[in-house]
């Protein structure tokens, strides 16, 4: 990128230089705008953020105590230093936000995360028009397809109906920001208890609180000794429980990892799981593609995982197109994650996809 690009990379994050404010940085700055609350995206020791008014509540809940966070809602520009800050829904989970920037008729629009895919757990991604778009490409392959998320709700409500009738648990393991809630806004109650681990059931309150509707659930000092030996239960639980004791009583009992990254063959068996839900919190190939084209942009800057084919792709259609180097990690495709707490402007590698 030139200079004098309205965004740029530094060692602290993307920087607008001209408003004099950071997206997403890795590390604590004055003034940042914060597109979403999973960790690699919103560290702590920001002096002030902004961000969408539905996202307010989890980022709080991330953040030290006594975090000054604005909320900027959706599509009202506020001006800094001459600079037209606004946001737009991306879909990717609850309050996450694309951030539009407009300097001297120049704009430049960073995705965030997102998704295309319906998700009825935060609002629809919104498409801006821009001369510059900085995407997410984490599925940036394009052996990336989503099938439709009816059909892997389908899939996982027969899959805990089958374990319930031979009396086992089904255990799935999510991210605990946005993928477990939007699991159970598709599982079918009806079904048997649903129950959740802490770090999940703290995720699920806020999302409450936030008017988003989630089928009941329960935790499992809600249940007496004995209770769950039937089984029949479907458990959500974090990557980082594998292993744990909290696990144990959920026995016997089937897994699944709930990933985009189950779609590649041999993902499942390495992590050591049952089954792969192919759910993923990001745009597929498709996605990436419609995406682009409905911003109308001529440049893109591509961030996260596999930009270099993507970059290709789109050069050969026109495109101004190159990679943009961040810290930004992705959907990650194991279970060592999900690090509920990370010291100020830690670079862990999380990405509750
Ligand atoms: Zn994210
Ligand atoms: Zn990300």
Partial sequence: MPDHALLQVTDRGLYCEAGDFFIDPWRPVERAVITHAHSDHARR???QMLCAPDGVEVLRSRMLPGAVIDPLPYGEPVDHRGVQISLAPAGHILGSAQV?????????VVSGDYKLSPDPTCRPFEPVRCHTFITECTFGL????????????NELNAWWR??????RHTVVFAYALGKSQRLLAAVDPTIGPIVCHGAVERVNDEYRSGGISLPPTQRVT?????ELAGGGALVIAPPSAVGTPWLRRFQPCETAFASGWMLVRGSRRRRGVDRGLVLSDHADWP???????????????ATHGHTSVLVRYLRER?????????????????LEVDTPELPVGTAVAEEPA
């Fill in 45 to 47: 020791g920001h002096s």
């Fill in 100 to 108: 539009r920037v407009e300097f001297r008729g120049e704009v430049w």
């Fill in 142 to 153: 394009p052996i990336y397809h989503w099938a439709p998320q009816a059909q892997i709700a």
């Fill in 162 to 167: 089958r374990n319930r009738e031979a009396g």
């Fill in 222 to 226: 809600d249940f007496g000794p004995g």
């Fill in 287 to 301: 996605g990436l593609l419609a995406a682009i084209e409905a911003t109308g942009c001529q440049r893109v800057l």
């Fill in 318 to 334: 026109g495109w101004e197109a190159d990679s943009l180097h961040t810290e930004f990690v992705g959907e990650r495709d194991d």
